[in-house]
């Protein structure tokens, strides 16, 4: 989830004039990344071999 500051960050790095599409395509990202990050910390994430085996399930 993104906090107003983040959100006061990423607005100050936009140009003068931006599109409200611009920023929230930039918002969603961040907030997948950090989401991301968060899932990483916590190992809430699948290795590659799990991924393989999933991916190879979904064949048979």
């Known amino acids: 989830m993104l906090t107003k500051t983040r959100l006061k960050e990423q607005i100050e790095k ?7 599409d611009e920023l929230i395509e930039n918002l969603i990202l961040i907030e997948k ?3 991301g990050n968060r899932q990483s910390e916590n190992e809430e ?4 071999v799990e ?3 999933e991916i190879e399930k979904w064949f048979e």
């Open 14 to 20: 936009f140009p003068e004039e931006f599109s409200i």
């Open 51 to 53: 991924i393989e085996n």
């Open 33 to 35: 990344i950090e989401t």
């Open 45 to 48: 994430v699948m290795s590659e």
